[in-house]
């Protein structure tokens, strides 16, 4: 065996996930093999396209909330540690009724872990600021700490933090197969090289579960996107205008302030194409619904923003069954951890899980509770 082709722990997949869990390991001295199929950061995954909203009152859910926080104070220590820009204090808005699960879930979690949070009405929303077109019988929840981290800053700042501390950074290389019937060695079989490794890190991604097909992993890669709008700069600009998202009869649009003249971003949450990841390209528009759903959340809550478009991006979400996230060891070899389905709200935790995966790689359990997160609630 090549002992240059040998680690303590392998990472698939250097996206937003796994490049944190290898800066993590890095720093710990741990010989780290990170390996992607593409160049990170990319626009083949989920990490693409400027920016990521960071909400700490959490409408998916209490249990994390505790991540989030945690995760806000890694992105700040990592951007004064690398000296690139991650975060940017917008303060984030929710919008939608009164009676919404989602914004009451938010103003509980804000209660619970005494959060900043301003509960205004549709009325106080609009005279805050004139750029909203709120119904009266919506609500708005304001968290004035939260706001948006800049993603690929973000991947950057862990690629270098982790090259920097020696991890060794296999790029372009698509994972073949995972062969993990030794208990001491698993072998990571690639088109040219076959690398060992005492544990193995999955964070593939849309490709998790073409990498791991014998346990049946319930997500769904889809295909998802936002453009970015002309607008009037005064009113929406980052600085007057926070980041956004509003609930929409069941529909869940999000978007961030116009930076840098780039336009108001739009995106939406729910809906998309159910897409083999090898499948996606770069096609913005090829779908009638990509440009109208935009607009038509546009000519809903945002009248004043409704301009030329000044550019279309696809990206991939990868959707697990139940919404929430998989980060778990494979049931039946311990040696593999897998990480996937953040179900297009996973970016903001990314350090926190970074951190998470380097403790669970060498302690076998982590600070935090990842029971929501467990493989055995589907049964596996």
């Not at 990170?34 to 409408?59: K, N």
């Not at 499948?279 to 619904?289: A, C, I, W």
């Amino acid at each position: 065996m090549n002992k240059e082709h040998f680690f303590d722990v392998a990472i698939i997949g250097a996206g937003t996930m796994g490049m944190a869990a290898g800066a993590f390991l890095a720093q710990q001295q741990v010989k780290t093999l990170l390996i992607d199929a593409f160049e990170p950061p990319h626009s083949h995954g989920s990490h693409h396209g400027d920016t990521r909203m960071i909400r700490h009152a959490y409408g998916e859910g209490r249990q994390y909330v505790t991540l989030a926080k945690r995760a806000q104070q890694l992105w700040e220590e990592l951007q004064k540690q690398t000296g690139y820009k991650i975060f940017e204090k917008t303060g984030v808005l929710g919008l939608g009724p009164k009676d919404s699960v989602f914004l009451q879930e938010t103003i509980a979690a804000a209660n619970k872990f005494e959060l900043p949070l301003e509960v205004l009405s549709g009325k106080e929303v609009k005279q805050k600021w004139p750029g909203f077109s709120v119904p009266d019988n919506f609500i708005g929840c304001y968290e004035t700490e939260s706001g948006l981290l800049y993603s690929e800053n973000a991947i950057q700042a862990y690629k270098e933090l982790a090259i920097k501390n020696g991890v060794q950074l296999v790029t372009n290389t698509p994972v073949q197969q995972i062969d993990m019937h030794d208990k001491e060695c698993v072998k990571i079989i690639t088109e040219n090289k076959v690398f060992h490794a005492k544990k193995v890190i999955v964070t593939a991604g849309a490709w998790a579960a073409k990498l791991l097909p014998t346990i049946n992993l319930p997500i769904q890669p889809t295909r998802k996107v936002v453009g970015w709008f002309e607008t009037p700069e005064e009113l929406y600009d980052a600085g007057n205008f926070p980041s956004y998202y509003v609930e929409d009869g069941g529909n869940m649009f999000y978007g961030f302030p116009n930076i840098d003249g780039k336009g108001l971003k739009i995106g939406r949450s729910d809906g998309g194409q159910e897409i083999d990841p090898d499948q996606l390209k770069q096609n913005f528009g090829h779908y009638e619904t990509d440009e109208a759903d935009l607009r038509f959340f546009l000519q809903t809550y945002l009248p004043k923003a409704n301009g030329a478009l000044n550019q279309g991006k696809t990206c991939l979400y990868t959707i697990s069954s139940d919404n929430h996230f998989i980060i778990d060891f494979h049931p039946e070899h311990e040696h593999i951890l897998i990480a996937c389905g953040f179900s297009g709200h996973g970016f903001k935790f990314g350090s926190v899980v970074g951190e998470v995966l380097s403790q669970l790689a060498l302690e076998g359990k982590s600070n935090f509770d990842l029971s929501l997160f467990s493989l055995k609630r589907f049964g596996l």
